[in-house]
């Protein structure tokens, strides 16, 4: 079986990286400074889990990048079977079991209409088994989530939105994750990752017409409860619901899926970073029964995708 744990690189070598039409040391790399993607943020990325040297979901993600590039613009991309073969040379040359691939496109220099394309690859580092087994602590965020922003629901190299997020979970007690809702205080999403409640022991997701990026590890959560018989639905759910649903989990590519135990909340009205947090214990105080559940099935799925380490 998949094990989080287990090494992803045979040994240390200086790493390949894939830029527009050829295959470079870091050290080679050239992106110009007048590259949009550096000035202004205007491109797409995909995070991409190999298992045993395989893309998990690769078509998945590609889709979304493609459908995402269309949409600010960005035409010329290279075929699924083009990138595939990209990352397959990747793996090999970088000598990698698991790992962590970042396919990133910017709509190139002002006045060109050629992309810059990059790929990298690199060893698979995972979130410490220790979370897995006990749950992790994340923080309600003081921001709130636009239906209306343009960005709302692709995924963009403009970032910074996101990077607030974090910074706001870690300098909280060093939490794993913020989780923000909307103006109406309807849970939407964390800053990498969706969000799962069981309430009333049906899973359930904030639904895509909320400003959230539907993520392929939630698309596939959601397939795995279908076809294991377990209740799912993509709904809208308050903050108050959230905090008294009997389990919590997130998921994420890197992440699979995180269950959750407690969650920080400011309080209300005065939601500032002065503000005493409130600690709010989810179910048991334990990874439930239905995430722990999912956590099996879903490394299952990874297996059957991904093939058994040989």
């Not at 205007?42 to 590609?62: C, M, W």
């Not at 870690?170 to 069981?198: T, Y």
Request: glycine letters at 4%; a negative charge.
């Amino acid at each position: 079986m998949f094990k989080r744990q287990i090494n992803s690189v045979k040994k240390e070598s200086k790493l390949t990286f894939f830029l527009n039409d050829e295959f470079v040391f870091e050290d080679d790399l050239f992106i110009s400074p007048l590259d949009r993607g550096f000035q202004f943020g205007d491109g797409v990325f995909e995070t991409i889990k190999a298992v045993n040297s395989v893309p998990f979901r690769l078509p998945q993600h590609y889709e979304r990048m493609i459908s995402t590039a269309k949409f600010l613009d960005i035409i010329e991309v290279l075929s699924l079977e083009k990138v595939a073969n990209v990352i397959s040379e990747l793996i090999k040359r970088n000598d990698l079991i698991n790992a962590q691939i970042r396919l990133t496109i910017s709509s190139g220099k002002e006045g060109s209409s050629s992309p810059t394309f990059l790929v990298s690859a690199k060893p698979f580092k995972p979130y410490p088994e220790k979370l897995y087994q006990d749950g992790a602590i994340i923080i309600n965020s003081k921001y709130r989530k636009c239906e209306l922003t343009p960005a709302a629901r692709i995924k963009t190299t403009s970032y910074e939105e996101n990077l607030i997020l974090r910074r706001e979970a870690k300098k909280s007690l060093d939490c794993l994750e913020s989780v923000v809702c909307n103006h109406d205080n309807f849970i939407c999403e964390g800053s990498f990752s969706n969000v799962f409640a069981i309430i009333d022991g049906k899973v359930v997701t904030p639904d895509d017409d909320l400003p959230i990026l539907p993520g392929v590890t939630r698309q596939t959560v959601i397939e795995i409860c279908k076809e294991n018989a377990i209740e799912v639905m993509e709904d809208r759910f308050f903050l108050e619901d959230f905090l008294s649903a009997e389990e919590v989990f997130l998921s994420s590519t890197l992440m699979d899926i995180m269950p959750v135990i407690k969650v920080l909340t400011y309080p209300e009205p005065d939601r500032t970073s002065g503000s005493v947090l409130k600690i709010n214990v989810i179910g048991t105080g334990k990874p439930g029964p239905i995430t722990t559940k999912l956590m099996k099935l879903f490394e299952q799925k990874i297996n059957v995708e991904c093939g058994h380490k040989k």
